[in-house]
């Protein structure tokens, strides 16, 4: 049996990836381990954007995957960019192994709120199940109540469900059946 890892880096609350995996184990119907923690990545900190650049710490992510490693998702309280866009709340390889969660801009104190736990665990779930999806195969779906429906800020992370529209449920459960060759 092959696992989903989660990979801590940085300062990360461990019951928050604990929830995570919880929902990544219903949601994809796989096993789920919590790997040991990483340092903050500042070998792929841009002082001239104050962020992270998202490409080679997924890199790094990939490297900690064994041959028991189905996919792994990084996990990060890190701000993370790519040069094209202004930030990023994750990224991933599609059909890929490694996936990338930055909860950075998940928390309400990123835009000046109180703190509001209940809703950085929904919106990382969201989030953790989008990167995931793609690992999959999965692309961005223009179904606005899809969990893979593309989002480029905090309101629209909000406003999609947890859930797969049923087209990419399709997707996702010929890509994850039991019978499928993982080798």
Not at 3 to 25: F, R
Request: charged content about 25%; some cysteine; overall charge neutral.
């Amino acid at each position: 049996m092959k696992w989903i890892c989660i990979l801590p880096i940085g300062d990360m609350d461990q019951s928050l990836l604990e929830e995570l995996s919880e929902t990544i184990a219903h949601t994809f119907s796989r096993k789920v381990r919590i790997l040991e923690g990483r340092e903050k990545p500042h070998f792929a900190y841009d002082s001239k954007r104050q962020q992270y650049m998202s490409v080679p710490v997924l890199g790094r992510v990939l490297q900690c995957a064994d041959a028991e490693t189905e996919k792994i998702l990084g996990v990060t309280d890190v701000d993370i960019c790519v040069p094209v866009l202004r930030f990023v709340f994750g990224q991933a390889q599609l059909s890929g192994r490694a996936a990338l969660l930055s909860i950075a801009r998940l928390q309400q104190q990123f835009y000046g709120l109180p703190e509001d736990r209940r809703l950085l665990v929904t919106r990382a779930k969201k989030e953790a199940a989008h990167e995931l999806g793609h690992t999959y195969g999965l692309v961005h779906c223009r179904t606005p109540r899809c969990v893979m429906h593309y989002s480029n800020s905090i309101r629209e992370v909000d406003a999609r469900p947890l859930e797969f529209c049923s087209d990419c449920l399709v997707l996702l459960r010929q890509r994850t059946s039991p019978g499928e060759d993982r080798e």
